[in-house]
């Protein structure tokens, strides 16, 4: 991107083996901790409207709280969450049980993390926080980055896929850029692989903390957010 125009722009590959589906620059590809960056957009609008401090007690703006039972009296603020310091840890016990393959019922964000992080949740495990006190150490966590696209929720009273639509995708005209594969063209999206050795076709699925790593979109569509970000929209 030079002054605002695309000047450079291709794509390489196959999006489906098995279909023999070649990659185009519309293909929709899982972004995995791409995804992020959408989390953040989101909930810094929010911060820049003031309905929402980087560093208040994130219970604040939760319908549960959200406690390190080892540091029960030290806050988590979104400034944590944001960097990686909350010390929440990703206890992955319960993996297969909210891990969804196919055309199953995805698993609402709130009410995973409600049971993530509540004593007597379903998926509460004392794993799912590192001993180390909030704010003090730097531990990658995807769950710390789901939270916060529950803050979006919680504060905007919209589902965090509509305000994204509203205030992201939809400004920028990012219109095949989802969150949920069920809203997209399956045809279009490319499979995932994984190399077992040779390459085996792992499926479509689905993640309860999805807005870590779980947005797909394409290199024509990622191009207008860079343009965005550069402030050429």
């Not at 319908?63 to 979104?78: A, G, H, K, M």
Request: aromatic share 16%.
């Amino acid at each position: 991107i030079i002054n605002d125009q695309i000047v450079w722009m291709n794509s390489y590959g196959s999006a489906n083996l098995t279909l023999n589906i070649p990659v185009t620059n519309n293909t929709n590809f899982l972004l995995a901790s791409i995804s992020k960056l959408i989390t953040t957009t989101a909930v810094m609008q929010m911060v820049e409207d003031g309905d929402i401090s980087l560093d208040h007690d994130i219970n604040q703006y939760l319908s549960f709280p959200v406690i390190n039972p080892f540091y029960p009296d030290i806050v988590i603020t979104l400034h944590m969450l944001l960097t990686h310091t909350s010390s929440i840890k990703e206890d992955f016990t319960f993996s297969e049980e909210y891990s969804i393959f196919g055309n199953n019922s995805e698993m609402e964000l709130e009410y995973f993390l409600s049971n993530y992080f509540t004593s007597d949740g379903e998926f509460y495990s004392s794993n799912n926080f590192y001993n180390s006190e909030p704010g003090e150490f730097w531990q990658y966590s995807n769950i710390g980055f789901a939270l916060i696209a529950l803050l979006v929720e919680d504060i905007s009273g919209q589902s965090f896929e509509e305000y994204c639509e509203i205030n992201i995708f939809d400004p920028l005209g990012m219109t095949e850029t989802s969150w949920h594969f069920e809203d997209m063209d399956e045809l279009n999206v490319a499979m995932p692989y994984e190399w077992m050795p040779g390459m085996e076709e792992l499926g479509h699925y689905f993640i309860p903390y999805y807005p870590s790593a779980q947005l797909r979109s394409s290199v024509d569509e990622l191009s207008k957010f860079l343009k965005a970000y550069m402030g050429y929209m």
